[in-house]
């Protein structure tokens, strides 16, 4: 079975500041991954995901992550974060196959300083 | 068109008494997950329905946990004898198709057992 580490419970970076989130999970085929936010109070939104071809994955509001394969990685990165975007940031890899095999990591507090 | 939706936003409730918990799925959607997410943590699989097959239950933590989904869509969450550490938010999501592509959450239900 899979299973998603986020190796930093919290982080705490300065508004304009780069963010790097880190992302590890074990897997033994091809995963796919996502990145979820949860602002306070809300629901998940999902923020970019990977399933095949380019490594570097754009997604929404100017994030973007790139696939690792040999470290088994999938970073989240941002050159500048706003104050809006404190929230928890979660990690998580699915299967190419029927059933909930959906594995959350156990996500990333991130606090931004304006 | 509409997002995934549930309702009640947050339910207080005694010990020992049974609480549903009530997800409407985007329309079309052909599975819906519930997770549980107790404080600072991340998110539990609870159980996954697709289509008209039999749930995957393999997330519930007690017998006291349940989950049906009528005609394909709505679906109720329901936990007998609530204890103090059923306090969590749970939450719903659906997705189209077959395959863990990426889920559309709804908010959530803040259960509070006292």
């Known amino acids: 079975a899979q299973s998603v580490t986020q190796p930093d419970i919290h982080i705490t970076v300065s508004e304009g500041a780069s963010l790097e989130l880190r992302c590890n999970y074990s897997?033994?085929?091809?995963?796919?991954l996502f990145w979820y936010v949860q602002s306070p109070g809300q629901g998940l939104q999902l923020l970019l995901k990977?399933?095949?071809?380019?490594?570097l994955v754009q997604g929404i509001k100017g994030f973007e992550a790139e696939f690792k394969r040999s470290q088994s990685s999938f970073n989240l990165r941002k050159p500048s974060v706003q104050w809006s975007e404190a929230a928890e940031y979660f990690c998580?890899?699915?299967?190419?196959?029927?059933?909930?095999?959906?594995?959350f990591g156990p996500g990333t507090r991130l606090s931004v300083l304006p | 068109g509409a997002g995934v939706s549930q309702s009640p936003s947050n339910k207080v409730t005694e010990k020992g008494k049974d609480v549903e918990l009530r997800c409407d799925p985007i329309?079309?959607?052909?599975?819906l997950y519930w997770y549980r997410q107790s404080l600072g943590q991340g998110l539990e699989f609870l159980i996954y329905?697709?289509?008209?097959?039999?749930?995957?239950k393999s997330g519930l933590p007690s017998d006291r946990f349940s989950a049906e989904r009528t005609g394909g869509s709505v679906s109720t969450l329901t936990i007998q004898r609530t204890q103090q550490e059923d306090s969590a938010v749970y939450l719903c999501?659906?997705?189209?198709?077959?395959?863990?592509?990426?889920?559309?959450f709804g908010p959530g239900t803040r259960l509070t057992v006292t």
């Open positions: 999501a659906s997705t189209y198709g077959d395959r863990n592509y990426e889920q559309y």
């Open positions: 998580a890899v699915g299967e190419d196959n029927y059933g909930q095999n959906f594995v």
């Open positions: 329309s079309g959607h052909t599975a």
């Open positions: 329905f697709q289509g008209n097959s039999a749930p995957d």
């Open positions: 897997y033994g085929a091809t995963p796919y």
């Open positions: 990977y399933f095949s071809g380019d490594t």
